[in-house]
């Protein structure tokens, strides 16, 4: 089965640092971008970033830059969304995504999401 | 960046009507703009491509149309696991980006 398999739920404190993960099966893992997607409580959908498990190239978008990192490990066909150090504000549920292909790119593919809760 | 907005924010429909959704983009996208559906509780799910392809498995009530910066999201006849957000994505220019969503409520 095609799918993308997110971490469990997390609570952390302000300043803490978090890593969570997005392991896809069924398919070729490292020949499609995978995309981060922040949804704050209530609000809609913003794109973080993506990365091709291939060879790591990895695009921010501008308001996510230097928030955050994104990484994966292709031997184990896992992507993950990291923080160094939480704010109240990063609580929200973040999903994976994979991108179709190139030129396509629409996201076809959804994890079920991992919600982050920081609060002290 | 591409700034998507959709209207309206909320639209009440009753179970077996039509439902019109709009999205406009700040500047041309030519056809690359998704329609994807998010029920409550659930990851969103992609439902058009390309402005107008159905992704596989979509049932044939939902169409979409539209090209440039104009585009619209059809339900024929509303179902009951329709009720749901909305939400387009412009992929032309990075970054790609959502409009905020329009809820499809029961009337």
């Known amino acids: 089965e095609v799918q993308l398999v997110q971490s469990g739920a997390e609570v952390k404190k302000p300043g803490e640092s978090l890593k969570i993960s997005c392991k896809g099966s069924?398919?070729?893992?490292?020949?499609?971008?995978i995309g981060w997607v922040r949804q704050m409580p209530g609000k809609g959908l913003e794109l973080m970033g993506i990365i091709y498990p291939g060879d790591s190239d990895t695009r921010y978008s501008p308001s996510f830059q230097g928030q955050v990192t994104i990484s994966a490990d292709k031997s184990i066909t896992t992507a993950y969304l990291q923080w160094s150090s939480l704010k109240a504000s990063d609580t929200a549920m973040f999903y994976c995504?994979?991108?179709?292909?190139?030129?396509?790119?629409?996201?076809?593919?959804w994890g079920r999401g991992t919600l982050v809760t920081v609060s002290s | 960046e591409i700034v998507m907005t959709q209207s309206p924010a909320t639209l009440s429909v009753s179970p077996g009507e039509r439902a019109t959704l709009s999205c406009r983009a700040s500047?041309?996208?030519?056809?690359?703009l998704a329609w994807y559906q998010q029920t409550p509780g659930q990851a969103p799910r992609l439902l058009i491509y390309g402005a107008s392809t159905r992704a596989t498995g979509i049932p044939a009530r939902f169409s979409g149309s539209g090209s440039g910066t104009e585009f619209t999201l059809t339900i024929s006849s509303l179902q009951s696991e329709d009720f749901a957000v909305y939400y387009c994505q412009q992929y032309n220019n990075w970054p790609w980006t959502f409009g905020q969503g329009t809820k499809v409520e029961i009337k």
């Open positions: 995504a994979r991108v179709h292909g190139t030129r396509n790119w629409y996201f076809d593919l």
């Open positions: 069924g398919y070729s893992f490292t020949g499609y971008w």
């Open positions: 500047q041309s996208v030519s056809s690359t």
